[in-house]
Structures are given as structure tokens and as C-alpha cells.
């Protein structure tokens, strides 16, 4: 057997040397060209799921083997899918056969290696899904030179290192790049906002350096935009808000300074913005609160100052908001008891003073309230039967005067705590009515008298 893969390889190694005729543009090749391709593809595999026992090679046609989807009328090969089989080994030469192939997903397996050059010759391919594999080394620049149909494309969570080829830009007929979880460390290339059909840019966690390039505003068709977790610097290109169809925006994990630009205002479809652990400053600006089809903003770990500006109140499809790590002063706004949809607030490590609204005990959808080492003030009670909060963290405060007894009617609380304030003088008895409540400190405060006998209601507590 090891000899006919021997002889098969060689006699592919053949084809290719001699220019097929399938390339050179001549009558299609014969239909066992998909067969050899195929079964030579699979000699490069290691199989520990006999996921590819249907492959024989004493087959006249591929077409019900594994993973491998045929068109009726000519019996060529136009998609192979390989997802998640654990599949080892490297991507060879054979699939250059595959000559009118439009879908190759080989992706979650165990493959390594680089990418073929001889990929590129197969000009009938639209989508290419690699992701979630062992490859690495350089994209080669050949792969895009020749991208005449390629739409869809995904090289995320492999160890792909180098540059981002400057040939990208030749693809014109993208409409998804994911080159997300590798080692890629140069520049943008310059042409990249010449893919005007984009919908899809995801490059985040990587190493990509230096300024955003001026010219995002060509993506008319953009829908999502990941550049997180790099180290891009510089300012937040002005033209991003041209943009018009942007629907996620995730610029988060990097260097970038200055303010948020003016022109993010006309962003109306923006569902989500993560700007998160940046160097921006200047205040939050009031048009946020225009951006009605808002779900999550994050600003986190900034420079931010100032006010929270009222406007905010007025994202009535907000369900994440973190403003956590800024420096940010004054009152929480009252508006945002008008979120009913909100779930998730961050204000914590920030210098915001005045009472802790009833609010964030949980109202509406509200789950999770953080305002850790952020505010010096007291807590206002909430109204009985209100609570829907499961997380309240409001450590690490300057917090006096009581915990409202009200604290007891957030029947779904699991995590309650107020340590780190000033808060006395006696412990709430109601607490004891919080039965799915899993953890509570209470410590570093000023609470005397004693510990109510009603916490021993609490069944579910496994932290005191």
C-alpha cells in the first residue's frame, strides 16, 4: 500500500509540473482527477476517527464518500467539508486536482504546517475555512495574488507569524476576512480598505502594530470590525463613522489615544462598541445617547473624565454597560433606571460620589451591579419585590449609614458584597430571606450587635 501512495504522489507530482489542462484553460480533466486528488490528499492525513474509511481508492467517483459534496450534472468535486474530525497531518498537493472545488473547510482539527501555494490554483474556490488548527509559518503572498472568486476566508486560531501580504488587497470579491488568534505582527498593508465588499474584518489577538491607515470609510458594506487585542497606536481613525452599516465595533486591547471622533455620532446601526483598556481621554461624549441601537458599550480601563452624561438613560436596548476604570466624577444619572434592558453595569475604580441608586439592587433585566473602590456616599433602599440583581459588588467603598433591609427582596442575589465601607450599625435581618444567595461579605465595616439568626435560612451559602 505504501508503494501506491508512493506512485500516486509522484504521479500528481507529474500533473503539476506539466501544467494540467484544467489550469492552462483547456476541456476539463477526467473525473478521476478528483479521485487521485483526494486519495493523495488523504495520504498526508493521519485518521484516528476513521472519519475517512468511505475514501477508496478503487472508486470511479468521490461523490459519496465523506465530507465530500459533488455537482449533479458534471460529478465534479465542489465542496469538501472536514470539521472537527481530529485530523492530523499536513494539507498536500492533491487538492490542486480539485479543479472545480468552491468550499474547502478543513477547520477544528489538528493539521499543521503552512498553507499550499497550490491553493491558489484553484480559481474556482469561494470560501476557505482553516480555522481552529496547529498551521503556521508566513501566509504566503501567492495565495491572494490568484483570489479572483475566493468570498470567504478564515485562518483564525492557528500560529500564522509574519506579515499580513500587501496581495491581500488584490482580493477584491471578500466579503469575510478572519485572520483572528495568531502571531501576526506587521502593519495594516495599505491596500486594505480597497476589499470594499467586506462585511467581516476580524484580525483581533494578535500582534498587529502601528496607526490605523486612513481610508476605513471605503467598507460601505461593513458589519463588523475586530481589532482588539493588538497593539495598534494612535488615534481612532476620524473617518470611522462613515461607516455607515457597522453593526460591531471592537477596538479594545490596544494603545490608541485621543478622544472618540465626532463622526461615530452617524454610527445609528452600532449595536455594540468595545473600546476597552486604551489610552482615551476626554469626557464620554453626550451623542452616545443618540446611538439608539446600542446593546453593549464598554469604555473600560481608559482615561476618560468628567461626568457620566445623561444621555446615556436614553439607550433603551442597553444590556452591558462598563465604565469601570476611568476617572470619572459626579453622580451616577438617574436615567438609567429608564434601561429596562440593562443586565450587566461597571462603575467601579472611579471617584463618583452620592447615594447608590435603588436601581442597582436589580430592576428590569439586571443582574449584575459592580461599583467597587468608585463612590463615597450611602445606599438608597429599593422597593419591596423589585430585585432581579444576582451579582452586587459595592466593595471598597467610602459607604456610612445602613443596608437597607430592602436588600432581602432580591430574591435571585447569589453574590452580595459590601465589604471595605463604613456601613453599620446593625446587620439586616432580611438577609436571612435570600435562599439562593452563595456568597456574602460583609466584612471590614462598622456592623455591631449580633448576627441574625435568620442567616441560617440562607441554605445555599458556601462563602460568609
Not at 492530523?88 to 498553507?115: F, H, P, V
Request: hydrophobic content about 40%; overall charge negative.
Amino acid at each position: 500500500m505504501g508503494t501506491l501512495w508512493g506512485l500516486l504522489q509522484l504521479f500528481l507530482l507529474s500533473l503539476l509540473l506539466a501544467v494540467p489542462s484544467a489550469i492552462s484553460g483547456d476541456p476539463a480533466p477526467a473525473l478521476n482527477d478528483d479521485v487521485l486528488g483526494l486519495i493523495v490528499f488523504k495520504a498526508d492525513l493521519h485518521d484516528p476517527s476513521s472519519a475517512l474509511t468511505s475514501w477508496a481508492e478503487d472508486d470511479d467517483s468521490p461523490c459519496n464518500w465523506a465530507g465530500v459534496w459533488c455537482n449533479p450534472r458534471t460529478g465534479r468535486v465542489t465542496e469538501l467539508v472536514l470539521e472537527g474530525l481530529s485530523l492530523n497531518g499536513k494539507i498536500g498537493r492533491g487538492l490542486a486536482l480539485l479543479q472545480s472545488l468552491r468550499k474547502l473547510s478543513l477547520a477544528r482539527n489538528n493539521l499543521t504546517g503552512t498553507i499550499s501555494h497550490d491553493l491558489a490554483l484553484l480559481k474556482s474556490l469561494k470560501i476557505v475555512d482553516l480555522s481552529g488548527n496547529r498551521l503556521s509559518g508566513s501566509i504566503p503572498a501567492e495565495f491572494f495574488e490568484r483570489c479572483s472568486s475566493l468570498r470567504v476566508l478564515s485562518l483564525a486560531h492557528n500560529a500564522f507569524e509574519g506579515q499580513i501580504p500587501e496581495s491581500l488587497s488584490s482580493c477584491l470579491t471578500l466579503t469575510d476576512l478572519n485572520l483572528s488568534s495568531n502571531f501576526l505582527s506587521s502593519e495594516l498593508p495599505d491596500g486594505i480598505w480597497s476589499l470594499t465588499g467586506l462585511h467581516t474584518l476580524d484580525l483581533s489577538r494578535n500582534s498587529l502594530v502601528g496607526a490605523i491607515p486612513p481610508g476605513v470609510k471605503a467598507l460601505g458594506y461593513l458589519h463588523t470590525l475586530d481589532l482588539s487585542g493588538n497593539r495598534f497606536s494612535g488615534s481612532i481613525p476620524d473617518d470611522i463613522g462613515e461607516c455607515l452599516t457597522l453593526r460591531t465595533l471592537n477596538l479594545g486591547d490596544n494603545g490608541f489615544s485621543g478622544v472618540l471622533p465626532d463622526s461615530m455620532q452617524q454610527l445609528s446601526a452600532l449595536n455594540s462598541m468595545r473600546v476597552h483598556r486604551n489610552r482615551l481621554n476626554g469626557e464620554i461624549p453626550s451623542w452616545i445617547g443618540g446611538l439608539k441601537a446600542l446593546g453593549t458599550l464598554d469604555i473600560s480601563s481608559n482615561a476618560f473624565s468628567g461626568e457620566i452624561p445623561d444621555m446615556i438613560g436614553e439607550l433603551a436596548l442597553l444590556r452591558r454597560l462598563n465604565l469601570s476604570s476611568n476617572q470619572l466624577i459626579g453622580k451616577i444619572p438617574d436615567g438609567l433606571k429608564n434601561c429596562q434592558n440593562l443586565s450587566h453595569v461597571d462603575f467601579s475604580r472611579n471617584g463618583l460620589i452620592g447615594k447608590v441608586p435603588s436601581w442597582m439592587f436589580g430592576s428590569g433585566s439586571l443582574s449584575s451591579s459592580r461599583l467597587s473602590e468608585m463612590v463615597k456616599g450611602e445606599i438608597l433602599p429599593s422597593a419591596p419585590g423589585s430585585g432581579t440583581v444576582e451579582f452586587l459588588d459595592l466593595s471598597l467603598n467610602n459607604l456610612s449609614g445602613g443596608l437597607p433591609s430592602e436588600i432581602g427582596f432580591s430574591p435571585k442575589l447569589a453574590v452580595l458584597n459590601v465589604s471595605g465601607n463604613s456601613l453599620g450599625p446593625n446587620i439586616p435581618a432580611t438577609i436571612g430571606e435570600l435562599m439562593v444567595l452563595q456568597i456574602l461579605d460583609l466584612s471590614r465595616n462598622q456592623f455591631g450587635g449580633s448576627i441574625p439568626s435568620k442567616l441560617g435560612k440562607c441554605s445555599s451559602l458556601t462563602t460568609l
